[in-house]
């Protein structure tokens, strides 16, 4: 019998370990066009916690009592689905649970580019996928444009970082300690703010990103929200171009972000853009074959944090809003 973790009751601010429920799941047979996938790696991510509230978004909330779903990647251990043979690699939405039954049409084999399976959750996934497309076709970056990234640290962060350097950059890099400030510095980042360094945030962040950003950001990859958003609209040129990707500052909080410098948006013509990968999956192919030539020229390297076994899955996922991972979160099974 195959286990899934389930929501027991939707979280009021920071989820505890309460909230959720590990469920047995019964045994089902295959139908035809159906594979049954051995889960190996589990992907961890802050837009999880947007799916633990009872409200409309792009996706909707996980059902209590119901198993969750998230990014997995696993080997097929039986087929009824021509096309999906026993023993492939593929990716699929079915995860925190072990195993997982669903139809051929729901997974993806992954492409042979020579990597480790689990970077296909997180480099060359959906959070190197979002940092590529977010970066370049949201924000529109430019060769010689000035990059603040936020949770630089981070999955996304970590790719915008090194695609960012990739393609001619300057990039400002923002992470929290000395630790994820000296990787983010090692993948190229021209300079780093240490967020959590003694002094008010907001007064750190717009003398650094003043004195280190010339005269000031063309671009902002924004992970964070808060007063992180505040700085690079303080700080933002003439026609910067804002891609807002995940705002983790607040997924916990009622507290609404303030938006201090907003009525610069009308004077500097600053464009502030939403951010869903799902927009970009038709052009999949491009992302592989640049990221993949990048990987092989040694020009990206891969961050991972990796906790082991199902039981762990919750663990993880707080880990996310309390500074525990350093590039991707995974679990492995």
């Known amino acids: 019998m195959s286990r899934a973790w389930s929501l027991k009751s939707r979280p009021n601010g920071m989820p505890v370990a309460s909230d959720f429920a590990l469920i047995d799941l019964p045994a089902a047979a295959l139908n035809e066009g159906e594979v049954r996938v051995a889960n190996r790696w589990l992907s961890v991510d802050p837009y999880m916690r947007g799916r633990m509230n009872d409200v409309k978004s792009y996706v909707p909330p996980f059902a209590?009592?119901?198993?969750?779903?998230?990014?997995?990647?696993?080997?097929?251990?039986?087929?009824?689905?021509?096309?999906?043979?026993?023993?492939?690699?593929?990716?699929?939405?079915?995860?925190?649970r072990d195993e997982a039954v669903l139809p051929a049409a729901q997974v993806q084999k992954l492409p042979n580019l020579g990597v480790p399976p689990q970077q296909f959750l997180g480099l060359l996934g959906m959070p190197g996928m979002t940092g590529y497309f977010g970066l370049l076709d949201v924000a529109d970056a430019k060769p010689g444009d000035v990059v603040f990234v936020s949770a630089a640290a981070g999955a996304v962060g970590s790719t915008v970082v090194q695609v960012a350097k990739a393609s001619g950059m300057t990039v400002i890099g923002s992470a929290g300690g000395a630790d994820k400030c000296a990787l983010v510095k090692g993948l190229g980042a021209d300079a780093v703010i240490d967020y959590k360094s003694e002094g008010p945030l907001l007064k750190k962040l717009l003398a650094a990103l003043q004195g280190l950003g010339k005269d000031g950001i063309d671009v902002y990859f924004d992970n964070v929200g808060g007063e992180h958003l505040d700085a690079a609209l303080a700080t933002g040129n003439l026609h910067a171009r804002f891609a807002i990707c995940g705002m983790i500052d607040i997924y916990n909080s009622s507290k609404p972000t303030e938006l201090r410098y907003l009525a610069r948006l009308i004077g500097m013509r600053i464009r502030m853009t939403g951010l869903l990968v799902s927009d970009h999956m038709g052009k999949a192919a491009e992302f592989y074959r640049v990221m993949g030539g990048w990987l092989a020229e040694g020009k990206l390297k891969n961050e991972e944090t990796v906790f082991e076994g199902l039981d762990a899955m919750p663990d993880a996922f707080f880990g996310l809003f309390t500074g525990g991972n350093t590039g991707k979160m995974l679990v492995k099974l």
């Open 64 to 96: 209590l009592g119901e198993p969750m779903q998230g990014g997995a990647i696993g080997e097929v251990i039986e087929s009824r689905a021509e096309g999906v043979a026993v023993g492939d690699l593929v990716q699929h939405f079915l995860g925190w």
